[in-house]
């Protein structure tokens, strides 16, 4: 098992661009979490998702933020007209549930975003 | 609000030990603690829940006070491989997310 991963690794964009980033989860894993990081700071959650329904968005949110899970599998995380302020390390993490689980978080390698 | 952590840093010879607090305001369902390095991705240590026991493997233990909604973080006999930040995770019930603490920078030095 290769663990989560992320897709690009780095992405840098001018302000009003849109982006999207791509999120693997470990095979066996059934939710899946983003979170934002800036410098200095810990993660923030954005949202989440448990096989394909998105069951939690953060107020962090905006309207320009979207993400999808289409078959319950990877996942993609959609920002539009983006801003300097989104500049920041996006986590995304997963993990599974079940009697015998503690939920616990296994975090991919991030993607990095500029906003020029 | 976020849990806090103490100290924010701390500076350790190696072989020394280290204590980092995470203590929330609302009652904890878990406390999950990780490493980050710089410019990686926060690496998971263990997992507290409420109503466990301590846990730990050699030289790195926790403990969860579930009266205070406190938990600790015990490194022995520091190495240099234990350098980065430290962050507490934690839940306030069955909800899936994850809320982090402040922070605590570590740094082993010879």
């Known amino acids: 098992d290769t663990g989560v991963s992320q897709d690009p690794r780095h992405k840098i964009t001018k302000r009003g661009q849109n982006v999207t980033f791509r999120c693997d989860p470990i095979?066996?894993?059934?939710?899946l979490y983003w979170y934002r990081q800036t410098l200095g700071q810990g993660p923030e959650f954005l949202t989440y998702?448990?096989?394909?329904?998105?069951?939690?968005k953060s107020r962090l949110l905006s309207d320009r933020f979207s993400a999808e899970r289409p078959k319950g599998s990877f996942s993609t995380l959609e920002i539009q007209r983006t801003e300097q302020g989104d500049s920041a390390m996006y986590l995304c993490?997963?993990?599974?549930?079940?009697?015998?689980?503690?939920?616990?978080?296994?975090f991919g390698p991030g993607t990095r975003l500029t906003v020029l | 609000q976020q849990p806090v952590q103490s100290p924010q840093a701390v500076i350790l010879r190696e072989g020394e030990d280290a204590v980092i607090n995470c203590s929330s305001s609302k009652a904890l369902y878990s406390v999950h603690w990780y490493r980050q390095k710089h410019g990686e991705a926060p690496v998971f240590l263990m997992i507290l829940l409420k109503g466990g026991e301590q846990k730990g493997h050699e030289k790195i233990s926790a403990s969860f006070n579930e009266k205070k909604q406190q938990s600790s973080l015990y490194l022995t006999a520091s190495q240099l491989s234990y350098s980065g930040t430290y962050f507490c995770g934690t839940k306030t019930g069955t909800a899936s997310k994850l809320t982090f603490g402040t922070g605590t920078r570590l740094q082993v030095t010879l």
């Open positions: 993490a997963s993990s599974a549930t079940g009697s015998l689980s503690t939920d616990t978080q296994y």
């Open positions: 998702f448990q096989n394909e329904a998105q069951l939690e």
């Open positions: 095979s066996e894993h059934n939710r």
